[in-house]
């Protein structure tokens, strides 16, 4: 077994690989604040590259998150729509996100809008399953997902893209990295625009459903976005990082508003030091905002803005051989400003944390404690513990328990003719079991959960306000295998999910809703020399749209194929068939899915 990466600041200089591969472990940073491989980490965690993004030609983060192990998706009529991430199925708000380090959502409803975070920015995406609060503070009920955009690096290279497709879709990119030896930087812009298709057949009141109107038309979508980020390591050892990322997302839609325009935005920036050899310091400063104007048939209707500014001080000291203490604190502060009048419309939160790992033989220890103090709910105690056991010949077998907690939103607390201010925090434990193996054919690994949540928030009818009224128990099993068989690289994710509603009432024992009990992904991919293939299948089993399971959507599989051709060594032509089969399928009722559709990039990277 490898011993961890203690040097945390030269750890995250390391390249990442693909999480598919079985060659190289990627490095994994998100899972417990400082820089492991993936094969030493205690946490179940999938790593997608830039590799990855160009092979699988996604089009949108919803399309690199389809199939994860331990992820739903909802979407409410293709791109540019609100998606909805259920992460182990927790709650769409139960799952932390953060780009580059900064915490980023809405604070009003909760979410991180997914569909407007542009995929020719990210250099890869890490994705940790299970409680993560007694590290990061609310909302990691689920787990978190951290984005990091285009590093750069070495020498000077542009790159650039430009594509097109059903539906009218048009998309192009460009930009420049590189930075030397001591340096690194990278610039670019993309954009996309599609005409879409109609998101949504709703039924109006009376007896509505869905979006509550019909509007029988083409719902388009447009995102322009820009991305920096440089830095540079001096001397003396102290490096600094600075990034910012901006997207403007134009959308149409079906609903009492159709119309919106919304602007993502991240400024951030890191330093690292080593005063001593064993002691590294990483303070981390950014802000995030999030914006949407909503239009009724381009009329103004409202406006909705959140801004939240962060500030972490990270210290991480080798206290002996194999034995590594992490000691420090966050604080951020959330701010809502828009048409609807909120009686509260600030709060901040300090968290300290520490956490404690060693590694003694074959064992793995990891120890974590936190203490929030939140302006509104007072001080919240989480922690978490795992280990890890080597068991020979490439296995592996990890346990794990954690506790974590949510805030309510904005929305929760104070939306007139919805909002409560005496809501709780929601809370949660979380026990789970896994063995993995690394044999020479490739990689597996078969992770078991529970998770129960205490005070879900929900709306409850007989005070006609939000509440904390409901419960759930969730348990899962997740399968992961990848292997090479016959020049083929072949990946296999299974979810297995019981998401049930312990809320005593009349939907006591319920699914929770949008959550799929099983979910498949498999994909095969080969390499002839000059040109590449490769095909993805998707299915998913059933799932109810309402807390009552009423209202059943039918399970669907789909098929997607890819190939590119190289026409030179840095020229590339991909085309990608998404929905081969044409499957009419919903995630979310009364909203539209593509349809088979064609696209087609041609690419420039050196």
């Known amino acids: 077994m490898k011993k961890g990466c203690m040097p945390a600041a030269v750890c995250l200089l390391l390249g990442s690989h693909s999480a598919f591969a079985v060659e190289l472990d990627p490095i994994i940073v998100t899972a417990t604040r400082t820089a492991k491989t993936a094969d030493e980490t205690l946490s179940s965690v999938t790593v997608i590259t830039r590799k990855e993004i160009e092979r699988q030609q996604a089009q949108s983060v919803q399309d690199l998150l389809r199939g994860v192990p331990g992820v739903g998706i909802a979407n409410n009529g293709g791109p540019g729509k609100a998606t909805s991430v259920f992460l182990r199925g927790t709650e769409s708000d139960h799952v932390l996100v953060l780009i580059d380090g900064v915490k980023v959502g809405s604070a009003t409803l909760g979410t991180t809008a997914f569909q407007d975070i542009p995929v020719e920015q990210i250099e890869r995406i890490e994705i940790v399953r299970g409680p993560r609060s007694s590290l990061y503070g609310s909302e990691a009920i689920g787990g978190v997902i951290q984005i990091f955009t285009r590093k750069g690096g070495?020498?000077?290279k542009p790159f650039f893209n430009i594509g097109g497709g059903s539906y009218q879709t048009y998309s192009a990119s460009a930009g420049v990295s590189g930075g030397g030896e001591r340096g690194w930087f990278s610039v670019s812009a993309s954009g996309i625009d599609t005409e879409g298709f109609n998101a949504c057949n709703g039924k109006p009141s009376p007896g509505g459903a869905g979006c509550f109107t019909t509007e029988p038309d083409k719902d388009g979508y447009r995102n322009l976005s820009g991305s920096l980020r440089a830095g540079y390591r001096f001397d003396n050892g102290l490096e600094m990082d600075v990034h910012a990322l901006r997207a403007n997302g134009k959308n149409e839609f079906d609903g009492s508003d159709n119309e919106s325009e919304s602007v993502q935005q991240v400024l951030?920036?890191?330093?690292?030091?080593?005063?001593?050899?064993?002691?590294?310091?990483?303070?981390?400063?950014?802000?995030?905002?999030?914006?949407?104007?909503?239009?009724?048939?381009?009329?103004?209707?409202?406006?909705?803005d959140t801004e939240r500014d962060t500030l972490s001080f990270q210290n991480d000291i080798t206290i002996a051989a194999d034995h590594l203490l992490t000691v420090g604190v966050d604080y951020h502060d959330d701010r809502v400003d828009g048409t609807t009048a909120y009686a509260?419309?600030?709060?901040?939160?300090?968290?300290?944390?520490?956490?404690?790992q060693a590694w003694f033989g074959a064992h793995d220890v990891q120890l974590s404690l936190r203490r929030d103090d939140n302006e509104q709910f007072g001080n919240r105690n989480t922690g978490g513990v795992a280990w890890g056991y080597a068991l020979g010949k490439g296995l592996r077998l990890i346990a794990s328990y954690g506790t974590a907690f949510k805030a309510p939103t904005f929305n929760e607390l104070y939306f007139p003719g919805f909002g409560n201010p005496k809501l709780r925090p929601e809370e949660s434990r979380s026990v789970e079991f896994g063995l993995r193996g690394e044999p020479a054919w490739g990689r597996w690994s078969l992770n078991a959960y529970e998770t129960r949540v205490d005070d879900l928030i929900a709306y409850d009818a007989s005070r006609s306000a939000s509440n904390n009224i409901d419960q759930a128990r969730i348990r899962g099993l997740e399968a992961v295998l990848g292997t090479r068989l016959g020049n083929w690289d072949l990946n296999a994710n299974l979810t297995l999910l019981d998401p049930e509603n312990r809320s005593g009432g009349a939907n006591d024992g319920n699914v929770l809703p949008r959550r799929a009990r099983r979910s498949l992904r498999l994909d095969a991919d080969r390499d002839f020399g000059h040109y590449r293939l490769g095909a993805t299948l998707l299915a998913a089993g059933k799932r109810y749209d309402d807390l009552a399971n009423t209202r059943e959507l039918g399970g669907y599989a789909t098929i997607d194929l890819r190939a590119e051709y190289a026409l030179t060594g840095d020229w590339r032509v991909q085309a990608r068939v998404e929905n081969l089969l044409d499957k009419d399928y919903e995630t979310a009722a009364y909203y539209n899915q593509p349809g088979r559709s064609l696209y087609l990039t041609l690419r420039y990277q050196p």
């Open 154 to 156: 070495g020498a000077l």
């Open 344 to 356: 509260v419309t600030s709060r901040d939160n300090t968290g300290l944390f520490t956490q404690y």
């Open 268 to 304: 951030g920036g890191t330093l690292r030091y080593s005063p001593l050899s064993v002691w590294h310091m990483t303070l981390t400063a950014g802000r995030s905002r999030d914006e949407s104007d909503n239009f009724k048939d381009g009329t103004f209707k409202s406006r909705f």
